[in-house]
């Protein structure tokens, strides 16, 4: 026995069709209230960020120091056991050289982010950010970098307060 196959097809909806009230619509505007809590670790994080400071959670089980810091090691699966401040210089561990800003516009020059592998955190253990004061050309994985921070004014408690990273200068020891 051949069951017999129906297709089904929709039917798009257009604006105009709207407009000409060919459709039930209700207005509503829907009013979300909520609030959004960052948590221990990277509210405390975030704070020292607006202070000039970098800081991270360190585990006593394995021994990492882990950034950005957290309560937890995902490890070895036992609570973190101290806080410590750590270097705002690091390293390059990658990078990617992109032509669109942030709103998917193109650019004309690019713009260099990058992933810093903190000093005195663990290996692996950094942060994404853009990279200035060298060209795409000269960028490279393994160079030394700088956090380069706003003026202490414009400081709001987030990760922007590091405006960007810049490499070190040749001698240059922070």
Same mark, same amino acid.
């Not at 039930?24 to 000039?52: C, I, M, Q």
């Not at 408690?157 to 200068?169: C, K, M, N, S, V």
């Given at each position: %026995?051949? %069951? ?6 929709? $039917? ?18 829907? @009013? ?42 995902? +490890? ?29 516009? +193109?650019? @004309? ?17 950094? %942060? ?5 004061? $060298? ?33 070190? @200068?040749?001698?240059?020891? @922070?």
């Amino acid at each position: %026995m051949e %069951m017999e196959s129906k297709e089904h097809t929709g $039917v798009e909806m257009t604006s105009e069709d709207f407009r000409a009230g060919k459709y039930f619509v209700f207005p509503y505007s829907a @009013r979300f209230r909520y609030s959004w809590d960052t948590g221990e670790a990277v509210s405390r994080f975030l704070a020292e960020l607006k202070n000039g400071k970098i800081i991270a959670r360190k585990c006593k089980s394995c021994g990492r120091t882990l950034i950005p810091p957290r309560m937890f090691c995902e +490890r070895d699966f036992v609570p973190t056991d101290e806080w410590v401040y750590v270097k705002d210089t690091g390293t390059v561990k990658t990078y990617s050289i992109s032509y669109l800003a942030a709103d998917a516009s +193109r650019l @004309r020059e690019p713009i260099v982010v990058a992933v810093v592998d903190i000093d005195g955190a663990s290996d692996g253990m950094g %942060m994404l950010h853009i990279l200035k004061g $060298v060209s795409k050309d000269q960028i490279r994985i393994g160079m030394r970098v700088k956090a380069v921070w706003k003026p202490k004014a414009k400081r709001r408690g987030a990760i922007t307060d590091i405006d960007h990273f810049e490499p070190l @200068r040749r001698g240059e020891v @922070r």
